[in-house]
């Protein structure tokens, strides 16, 4: 998992710090998110919401790493990871679940279990 | 950290509206509106089916939709594009492929820009007629004939249709000319007489 953390910038779309995007995002590559997306995220890949980024939007990928802000429901298939800084309003569905110390959180979570 | 630039990549498709104060990159697709204070690059491969409102504007790839350009509109040689454009500059490259409505705003600049133009040609083709007159003797002579009248034709339009920038264009042109007469003097004056002429004359 480190080895996904040193490779986050690398992802292939970036949604630069000062960008706002209102509307859908979908795809099959992994995405950075920077700035403020509005509406919904639906990719086949790793989504990262760096820290000061805002999304109010409901998140669906491989893995989501929240380090900014999200508002909205987030589903991943594989893996979701609240890191210390992040914020989060909504409900997560996972198989695996990461919350870290500082995260905060309020909604639903949903493991299948 | 790649947080200068935004990029959307390949396989990634945005439809809705696309704000910011960033340079941008598509290399994916995005449908609906893009409106940045910076540069907008549409890669090779990419599609964009969006109104455009940007500074500067880079289209290698397919853009649908109208283009506002504060500044400048480029059009590489992939592009297909369809759609009005608004942009004081407007570069397009041989193979660009675009339909629609060009607008580049002021049409006093624009005609003072052609006037330029028009005016900076004769020199330079003096200029390289005067290398071509030593290089070989045969089709110098016809060639370099016109030069004078062109010069002095230039000197004449000049002043009426470049008023701020006459004196350069003049001062540019009579240094360049000179060179060119002591030769032109030495090839049609004395040694190529009647098929010179004639040549001319055909012209």
């Known amino acids: 998992m480190a080895k996904e953390k040193e490779t986050k910038p690398m992802g292939n779309t970036v949604i630069g710090s000062s960008i706002v995007v209102d509307g859908e995002i979908s795809g099959e590559e992994p995405i950075t998110i920077l700035g403020t997306v509005k509406g ?12 000061g980024a805002t999304v109010e939007a409901d998140i669906e990928g491989q893995t989501v790493t929240v380090s900014g ?6 589903t991943a298939r594989e893996k979701l990871e609240l890191r210390p800084e992040s914020k989060m309003v909504g409900n ?8 870290a110390d500082g995260a905060s959180f309020k909604g639903n979570v949903d493991m299948d279990v | 950290m790649a947080d200068k630039e935004t990029v ?25 509106k893009i409106h940045l204070s910076h540069a907008l690059t549409v890669e090779k491969g990419a599609i964009v089916q969006a109104d455009v409102d940007v500074r500067n504007l880079v289209i290698s ?32 490259d041989a193979g660009a492929a675009y339909r629609g409505r060009v607008d580049m705003g002021d049409i006093e600049a624009a005609r003072a ?37 062109t010069a002095a034709f230039a000197a004449k339009v000049a002043p009426r249709f470049v008023a701020p920038s006459a004196s350069d264009r003049s001062a540019e042109s ?19 007489p009647a098929w010179a002429k004639k040549k001319i004359r055909r012209r």
Do not use: H, W, Y
């Open chain 1, 40 to 51: 919904k995220v639906a990719v086949a890949q790793g989504v990262v919401v760096e820290a």
């Open chain 1, 69 to 74: 802000k999200v508002t909205g429901n987030v």
């Open chain 1, 92 to 99: 997560a569905k996972a198989p695996r679940i990461v919350v």
């Open chain 2, 8 to 32: 959307i990549g390949v396989e990634t498709r945005i439809s809705g509206e696309i704000r910011g104060e960033e340079d941008l990159v598509v290399k994916g697709r995005v449908d609906g």
């Open chain 2, 61 to 92: 790839g397919t853009l649908v939709g109208n283009i506002v350009a504060s500044e400048s509109v480029r059009l590489l040689a992939t592009a297909r594009v369809v759609g009005d454009l608004a942009a004081p500059r407007v570069i397009m």
């Open chain 2, 113 to 149: 820009a052609v006037a330029s133009r028009s005016v900076a040609k004769p020199v330079a083709s003096s200029a390289s007629t005067a290398k071509a007159s030593t290089a070989t003797n045969r089709p110098a002579p016809p060639r370099v004939a016109p030069t004078p009248k």
């Open chain 2, 174 to 192: 009579a240094p360049a000319a000179p060179p060119a007469f002591p030769r032109v003097a030495g090839s049609v004056g004395s040694a190529a």
